[in-house]
């Protein structure tokens, strides 16, 4: 059974190919396009399709869109109610428009694909697909919470055996995702795109509105009711780039309080209805790493994972997967390394296609473990690139953590707001001295930890303004090069972390393909960039 599965509306398009079951590829179409989350302000009709994505899925499995036994596209235009309040401007071109055309626009795109393979999963159906099909566990409950599906923002339910029980939906116009998108906006960050710069403003600031936000949005039941917030009555709206008040920081923290405990009301519901041990999320709101944190303290599972593309990215890799389930069983996702990979000869010919000095150490990693603790800033690239918006080691930037001025100066080569923290990187064996409260191990990038006391001061860098850390945790036996840097990095410094933030500027995709990281690199004050087996020194490429 060979299933490619598309995303292709609102946001994050994408594609995912489950082969005879595993997951084999899955890539953003920005990764190709260059265009972050694909999209720009323009007609909802000329949103960016998958085009690259799909036919690099293809490629890299060896097979011809004739071959597909289907494609999975992870919104069903049936489901839209043409009665449901306006709450997205172009539904009446979803329902008719998109159903009519999209067999026919991937049928060209993949040409030999005959377009009556083209099936239409509920978004939300996609979402928990990539969560509780992904997961390490056959049975588990699954919560998936965004902005908006057809018609609802919520899906609440339990995988047994490779099929959901859809146990609650929250109809819209209520949604937390679109709620959480509006004070976005209103901060003067970009919506469907900023969300996360909004949970680290909230560190700033005690939750002085929360009391107002819980008349507003209310929970109970398996579901939740969201009334129209005006956050003017607490502060105008910011302009993008004006300098943040206070008061910004406090209607984050409002604002994030109350979507913590409203999820943490539907997991306690959730937990009670299935009496699974283990939980599943999935949806853009299942990228808030302090929200994840908060149900796996505070709910009823024993057991929390997040998809590594919660966002709706991801809704590519649970389309196909749904349908894939339908015919057989489906393993779990093994990692987040399903994008493209490129072979040592093809790193070198760009290495020599841009004529810079080149060195080839006998160990890459005790290279840049020695630049790290020299407090070189390095350009990490090495094996395939990661599926969903974190870097986990394979399009990094790395640091050392043990300077607290690191973390100002990666925000600078970055462009962002000096606000934002930057992540540690460390050995799963080695995670639970430094970190405590969130889940261990942490692969993916979703937990926020609290930062142990006594590690504080030799770590500044990674440790944000409230004392957590989003920590990525090393399986040494799935990351050998990473954990042998981290070794190294120790041997040196006798620090066990390294600062990991994703190998990008701001505005723009992670780096994807080679020429991306030279690209980078040659515009930014990064000091090394290790390319596979390979380094390039700036200092010595400068003499």
Known sequence: MRVLGINAVFHDPSAALVVDGEVV????????????????????????????????????????????????????????DRDAPDTYPAWEWLRTTYAEHAPRFLATALPGLPPERVRFVPHHVAHAASAGLAAPWPD???????????????????????????????RLPHSLGLMYEDLTEHLGFRRSSDEYKVMALAAYAEPEFLPELTELIRCGGGGFEV???????????????????????????????RVEEVLLDLANWLGERTGADALALAGGVALNCVANTRIAADGPFEHVWVQPAAGDAGTALGAALHVAAERGPVAPMGGADLGRGFTDAELQACLEAARLPYEKPDDVGAEVAAALARNEVVAWFQGRSEFGP????????LAHPGHADNLERLNEIKGREQFRPVAPMV?????????ARGPIPSP????????????????????????????????????????????????????????????????????????????????????????????????????
């Open 25 to 80: 590829a899955a890539a953003e179409e920005e990764r190709f396009s260059r265009r972050k989350h694909g999209k720009e302000p323009v007609p909802f009709a000329a949103w960016e399709q998958p085009v690259r994505a799909a036919a690099w899925c293809l490629r890299d499995a060896g097979l011809e869109p004739g071959e597909l036994d289907a494609v999975a596209c992870s919104y069903d235009p049936s489901l839209v």
């Open 140 to 170: 588990c409950a699954v919560l998936t919470v965004d902005g908006r599906g057809e018609s609802t923002s919520m899906l609440a339910g339990h995988y047994r055996g490779g099929r959901l029980e859809v146990l609650a939906q929250q």
């Open 227 to 257: 009334d129209p917030v005006d956050w003017n009555r607490w502060a105008p709206r910011r302009a993008p780039g004006a300098e943040l008040s206070e008061v910004h920081a406090k209607l984050a923290a409002s604002a994030q309080a």
């Open 390 to 397: 974190r870097a986990l080691g394979h399009r990094s930037l």
């Open 427 to 435: 050995r799963a064996e080695r995670a639970g001295e430094l970190f």
């Open 444 to 543: 993916h990038m979703l937990f926020v930890h609290d930062v142990v006391e006594r590690w504080r001061d030799r770590i500044p860098a990674v440790v944000h303004v409230d004392g957590t850390a989003r920590i990525q945790t090393v399986d040494g036996d799935r990351e050998p090069l990473l954990a042998r840097m981290l070794s190294a990095f120790e041997a040196e410094t006798g620090l066990p972390v390294v600062v990991n933030t994703s190998f990008n500027t701001a505005g723009r995709p992670m780096v994807d393909g080679p020429v991306d990281a030279l690209e980078c690199f040659g515009s930014s004050p990064i000091d090394v960039l290790a390319l596979g087996p390979f380094v390039v020194h700036r200092g010595r490429w400068a003499r």
